[in-house]
Each structure stands twice: as structure tokens, then as C-alpha cells.
């Protein structure tokens, strides 16, 4: 999986010089742990990718969900061993989130219901990433950034002279960043 944001796009957002390049390697794998974090909240891939020979198991329905979209293109689909056709067999919805049987085994518009019956190479996800997702990388990078520069790695509270702070240690999404993800959730039918 590729990272949501780059390096040089979070420095000037947590007012890191660009020059400055001893937190590089803490940075980017703060990038990374995001990125991860917001796919599985997603529960996709977000960036486009291309998926080949995914076996799927058909729905005895009219729509048949793949793992990851939004879906861009199918390559090649098969059902029970038979080739399909765009267009003709099945198409994409107009959310492309999943696809719809046109004319199925024994002309019915229903998906083969099986186990891994249905063979689908296909390309899903947003061509680079949009701008509310970046953002709300961004904001959470941030968040954590400022928790750990406030304080010591591992440490839970401090004491100054003038009273005591503690810090709780973050391991939850801002509820703006939840909001952003929620968007780009797949809404099962």
C-alpha cells in the first residue's frame, strides 16, 4: 500500500523546515502507520492499485462485491469458468463500488453462488489522494506529532515547578479525522 501523503507535504503543516531532516525517518513512519490505520478503517485499499486472478465467492445475488473500490476498470471476469463481457454479462454500478449481473447462468441476473467461483482481474481506487484525505492525514500526524513533541517517547506525565501534567497517550482517530474516513466507507446492500 502506498503512503496517503509525503514527507515534504506534512513538514510545512507541522511546521517542520524542510531542511530539517533529522525527524525523516520518525516522519515517514508515522506516514505509513497512518496510511495503514485509514485503510483499515476504510476497509479497502484507498489508492488505485490493480488486482489480479482475485477469487471471490459469488452472491446468488445481483450484485457481487469485489474486495477493494471505487472500481475503475475490469480486466477480465470469470464465472464458473465461462468468460464474461462488460456490458453484455455484468457492468459496474454507477457508484462503482460493486458489480451488477446482467444476464447470469440459466438467464438469470443473479451471480453463480459459490465458493471462490468467480475469478476477477480488475484496477480499483482514486488516482492520487484526494484532498479531504490528505487533510485528514495531516491533522492526525499532526495530533500525534504534537503529543509526542510535548513530552519524552513512553512518557505518561510530568512534573513543573508551578504543578503537575499528565498526558494520556493517543491511540484513537480524531473524531474530524473518523468523520473524513467515514465518506469513503463502502455502504453494503
Not at 485509514?38 to 457481487?64: A, E, H, M, P, W
Not at 513533541?149 to 513512553?154: C, H, L, R, T
Request: negative net charge.
Amino acid at each position: 500500500m502506498a503512503d496517503l501523503i509525503t514527507l515534504a507535504e506534512l513538514k510545512p503543516y507541522i511546521k517542520v523546515e524542510a531542511s530539517e531532516t533529522s525527524f525523516d525517518t520518525v516522519l515517514n513512519a508515522m506516514i505509513s502507520e497512518i496510511s495503514k490505520l485509514f485503510q483499515s478503517f476504510v476497509g479497502c485499499d484507498i489508492l488505485t492499485d490493480t488486482y489480479s486472478s482475485i477469487k471471490v465467492n459469488g452472491s446468488g445475488r445481483s450484485v457481487l462485491d469485489l474486495p477493494n473500490w471505487p472500481i475503475t476498470a475490469v480486466s477480465s471476469i470469470t464465472e464458473e469458468d465461462i468468460a464474461l463481457i462488460e456490458g453484455t454479462d455484468f457492468e459496474i454500478s454507477v457508484n462503482r463500488d460493486y458489480l451488477i449481473r446482467l444476464d447470469g447462468l440459466g438467464g438469470e441476473s443473479k451471480w453463480a453462488k459459490g465458493i471462490k467461483n468467480i475469478t476477477v482481474s480488475y484496477t480499483a481506487g482514486f488516482s492520487g489522494t484526494p484532498g479531504d484525505l490528505k487533510l485528514a492525514c495531516k491533522k492526525q500526524i499532526g495530533h500525534e506529532w504534537k503529543q509526542q513533541s510535548n513530552k519524552e517517547w513512553g512518557e505518561t506525565s510530568r512534573s513543573f515547578p508551578d504543578g503537575s501534567v499528565a498526558f494520556t497517550p493517543t491511540s484513537e482517530l480524531l473524531d474530524s479525522v473518523k468523520a473524513i474516513l467515514k465518506r469513503y466507507r463502502r455502504i453494503r446492500i
